[in-house]
């Protein structure tokens, strides 16, 4: 049983920053691997990027690709998500991803655990 909870999101405007954090609580492990998709109002729920505890390997949407940064902190079982230069097609609430089921990591169908989201606002 794995529980995650995310913060950090907020109204931000167009080109500013906002960092989500995503912490991890229950069978947590160093072989763990947690991502981020986002979800817009009448929108299905996509993949922003996903992160390995064990190599650090990172994998992004081509939408955030050089805008968004997502790193982990294993000693604090946390995962983070850096976002610069926002956009308003940003918007959406944001969903922490851990335990991936299969080597689909971009689908959603693929991860065992999911936060409650955090809201995201990106006015213009």
């Known amino acids: 049983q794995v529980q995650l909870v995310e913060s950090g999101g907020g109204l931000v405007q167009a080109g500013g920053s906002l960092r989500l954090s995503c912490a991890a609580s229950?069978?947590?492990?160093?072989?763990?691997?947690m991502g981020w998709f986002r979800q817009a109002p009448g929108k299905e729920r996509e993949f922003v990027a996903a992160i390995s505890w064990s190599a650090k390997t990172t994998y992004y949407a081509d939408s955030v690709k050089g805008r968004f940064t997502i790193s982990i902190d294993n000693a604090k079982n946390t995962v983070y998500l850096q976002m610069n230069s926002l956009k308003p097609e940003d918007t959406g609430v944001y969903y922490c991803?851990?335990?991936?089921?299969?080597?689909?990591?971009?689908?959603?169908?693929?991860?065992?655990?999911w936060g409650q989201g955090t809201q995201v606002t990106v006015s213009s």
């Open positions: 991803a851990a335990g991936l089921g299969s080597s689909g990591y971009s689908h959603s169908g693929s991860w065992n655990y």
């Open positions: 229950g069978r947590t492990s160093s072989s763990f691997p």
